[in-house]
């Protein structure tokens, strides 16, 4: 586990609630460099098609939103960054206004079929998309259409890999009909002799 993660999350209300529970508090690492993405992050996060992100309003109240779009649509801009687009949706824009507030974050990002999940702490940032035309061109928001609004990158603190207990595995129906392709042809092989 990156260091910074639980020296981030760590409070006096966690510690008491591993002591109580745990019977001893996790062995914390007191860090003040940020976690930098490697190559494994950038690999697993290339391959996400959503993911879930937690904001906190000016008021206090936490704020989960899912993200999805294509396989790829967050990206590692560097080893401190992300970056996805945002958007067209219901124009609440939860989000975007509390990063205009506190700007945390936390992202889940979770592979079912795997079970493996990677968590994510940082601060965001929303710019519009036609004042940033190199990140807008890096995103690839030409190719993802006329939706794309905002931008917004995510200035990476800490990240942890979570276990894979309690994760049920789910599965696209693109995964599903490449699973079942060779049986599919299978029977198609079947089907032909038979009639033969």
Not at 126 to 154: H, M
Request: a neutral charge; proline letters at 6%.
């Amino acid at each position: 586990m990156p260091a910074r993660f639980l020296a981030e999350l760590g409070t006096p209300d966690v510690v008491a609630a591993q002591e109580r529970y745990v019977g001893r508090a996790l062995p914390r690492v007191r860090s003040e460099d940020v976690d930098r993405l490697g190559e494994t992050e950038a690999e697993y996060i290339s391959e996400r098609d959503s993911f879930y992100m937690a904001s906190v309003s000016s008021n206090g109240w936490p704020y989960v939103q899912h993200r999805g779009g294509p396989a790829g649509f967050i990206k590692v801009i560097d080893e401190r960054t992300l970056a996805f687009p945002d958007f067209r949706g219901n124009r609440q824009l939860i989000s975007t206004g509390n990063f205009a507030g506190d700007g945390r974050v936390a992202l889940i990002m979770v592979d079912y079929p795997s079970r493996t999940r990677l968590k994510v702490l940082g601060y965001a940032r929303v710019v519009a998309a036609a004042e940033d035309p190199l990140l807008a061109r890096r995103l690839g928001t030409a190719a993802l259409g006329r939706k794309v609004e905002r931008l917004v990158t995510i200035d990476v603190v800490a990240f942890d890999w979570n276990c894979p207990a309690y994760i049920t595995p789910r599965y696209t129906v693109a995964e599903i009909e490449e699973l079942v392709a060779p049986l599919k042809r299978r029977i198609a092989e079947l089907e032909a002799e038979v009639t033969k």
